[in-house]
């Protein structure tokens, strides 16, 4: 699994060199967006990955550090002629938001866009694709605002000293296991299971991304045994009140999601401006859930 927080900054003014909210995860062909705060196509430029490649965008909620790039980035890919069928996301008015935006500045889809708009208090699968399915979850915050879940197909390690073992040499052999489950050995006729030859029982790896909300129970059940939990982090534990008066969560609450919903790995962001060094949100997430990173802008990271 491969992916690239492309910005950090929680909302207010634009600060040179902090970018907005937005989050990639890479798929087979093509991506899934998470959020799209104002600049997010440059940031896509900066990283090298095509504006063109993004297969399904999902908005959080509607405030503007999490939407206002949503239309730049449909310009530009109108801008490249896009062909690509691109599915949209978001909670109930998008569909309008996008097509008054586009008839008021006159723009034209040379693309279908499906739309998914997600009501209030929605729970459950919102597209599947590449045989990922992504769900969605409503949280807390001032508007209606879902944390989203990728599921990946099951992932499966073959281990090349137990098929050498059987008399089978690597090759066509293993995609063919992996597909149908098992294969017959080309001189004995023995039929040889995938469970057999498997360095560890099969994995499935997953994403979640959280974006403004208080600390809820629905997160916890989102993010349940997830591999990636990409969470804001807007306050520290000392600034608890304005956290809750804002709905937003502080590092200390993510680091104890992180733990409740037993993920393999949490990575912070959005990030308020009051804090010039953001390692202290670090170490307060640490202490509590050790496996805990920052976000850092355009980088890529693989698990």
Not at 6 to 14: D, I, M, N, Q, Y
Not at 30 to 51: A, K, N
Not at 271 to 282: A, C, D, H, K, V
Request: proline share 5%; net charge negative.
């Amino acid at each position: 699994m491969k992916f690239s927080v492309l910005g950090t900054k929680a909302g207010g003014p634009p600060i040179l060199g902090h970018n907005f909210s937005a989050t990639m995860v890479w798929l087979r062909q093509g991506y899934v967006l998470f959020d799209c705060g104002e600049g997010t196509q440059y940031r896509l430029l900066e990283l090298g990955v095509s504006i063109n490649s993004c297969r399904i965008v999902c908005i959080s909620h509607f405030h503007g550090d999490h939407l206002w790039g949503l239309m730049p980035l449909l310009s530009a890919c109108c801008s490249t002629q896009r062909k690509t069928p691109l599915t949209i996301i978001a909670p109930e008015g998008i569909r309008a938001f996008v097509e008054q935006s586009a008839a008021l500045s006159g723009m034209t889809f040379p693309f279908s866009i499906e739309f998914v708009e997600l009501r209030t208090g929605f729970e459950g699968i919102v597209a599947v694709y590449e045989d990922c399915q992504i769900t969605a979850a409503m949280l807390d915050h001032r508007l209606d605002s879902f944390g989203f879940r990728v599921d990946f197909p099951l992932h499966f390690n073959i281990d090349i000293n137990k098929l050498t073992q059987y008399g089978i040499e690597q090759g066509a052999v293993i995609g063919e296991l992996k597909s149908v489950g098992h294969i017959r050995h080309p001189k004995t006729d023995a039929i040889i299971y995938l469970s057999d030859v498997l360095a560890h029982p099969p994995c499935r790896e997953s994403f979640v991304y959280c974006g403004d909300t208080r600390p809820c129970a629905a997160e916890i059940e989102l993010a349940h045994n997830a591999t990636v939990l990409v969470h804001e982090a807007t306050f520290l534990h000392q600034d608890e009140k304005a956290a809750y008066e804002k709905q937003h969560s502080t590092a200390k609450q993510a680091a104890e999601l992180a733990l409740q919903a037993n993920v393999a790995q949490l990575w912070i962001t959005h990030i308020s401006n009051r804090y010039p060094e953001p390692q202290i949100l670090l170490d307060e997430a640490r202490s509590i859930f050790p496996q805990t990173f920052i976000a850092q802008a355009l980088r890529i990271v693989e698990v």
